[in-house]
């Protein structure tokens, strides 16, 4: 059986690793390291041979607990390609910086590696053992507010209308989704943003689109200013359009 897992819940309840997960570590744990590195550097998921991150960053955690450098040393490099394979995809060339936020969540990520087997916290990466995107959505969500933080404040969504003066967001969905990214939080609070993005995922490119650059980027749909950066001018469409796809967003996500 695998190593048992710290971190506890607000709710005083304990992680626990995903019954598949589980046995996909039982599974690996007794193959040799070679084979461990050919089943790491497969990023086919359906491949039957694939192993799953949350399996590989359990080897890696073993290996430096254990001390073995060798392992930590040829299982880590494919553990980074898949992370970097994954947040190019979360972080598009679209987003202002994105090699630069890409880069940091990648060094945020690392540090929470090197301090495996030392004196300090490591429990965080214990969402990772779960499910494994999710956690590196945390990293993203910190990264992203922090910059939000240092360079714009947010845009109430809840004051926005549309050209009939209607609420955009009604049940106050956006608005709350926007509040946990710009606010202090903790990993709870993130993992609810990583289940939001993952429904966010879900909706039509243009509803996406306002979503991200509006709630978690913290742009405004549009402004009379003609210099202001907005969620519009990057589109490159008015700001009525954006309004209109921010409240089908917010319809679609209320739900969730």
């Not at 910190?142 to 209308?161: A, T």
Request: charged share 30%; hydrophobic share 35%.
């Amino acid at each position: 059986m695998p190593r048992a897992l710290n971190k506890i819940t607000k709710g005083g309840v304990g992680y626990q690793r995903p019954p598949a997960i589980t046995a996909s570590i039982d599974a690996a744990l007794k193959e040799d390291l070679d084979e461990q590195l050919r089943r790491a550097k497969i990023h086919n998921p359906s491949d039957p041979d694939y192993m799953p991150s949350e399996c590989l960053l359990h080897l890696v955690r073993e290996a430096r607990l254990s001390g073995n450098k060798r392992a930590v040393d040829r299982l880590l490099p494919p553990l980074l390609a898949r992370c970097e394979v994954r947040l190019k995809r979360t972080i598009p060339d679209s987003w202002p910086d994105a090699e630069g936020m890409r880069d940091d969540v990648l060094q945020a990520f690392c540090e929470l590696i090197a301090r495996v087997g030392t004196n300090h916290d490591a429990t965080m990466l214990d969402i990772f053992e779960c499910k494994f995107n999710k956690g590196l959505a945390t990293l993203r969500y910190r990264r992203l507010r922090k910059e939000n933080n240092r360079i714009k404040l947010f845009r109430n969504i809840g004051e926005e209308v549309d050209d009939d003066g209607n609420p955009v967001d009604p049940d106050d969905t956006l608005s709350r989704l926007s509040r946990a990214a710009q606010t202090p939080a903790g990993q709870e609070d993130f993992v609810y943003l990583a289940e939001m993005l993952e429904a966010i995922k879900e909706l039509p490119p243009a509803q996406r689109k306002a979503v991200e650059l509006c709630c978690l980027q913290g742009y405004a749909p549009g402004s009379e200013d003609p210099d202001e950066i907005t969620a519009a001018t990057i589109c490159g469409i008015s700001g009525t359009a954006v309004r209109k796809n921010l409240r089908k967003a917010a319809e679609k996500l209320k739900a969730r």
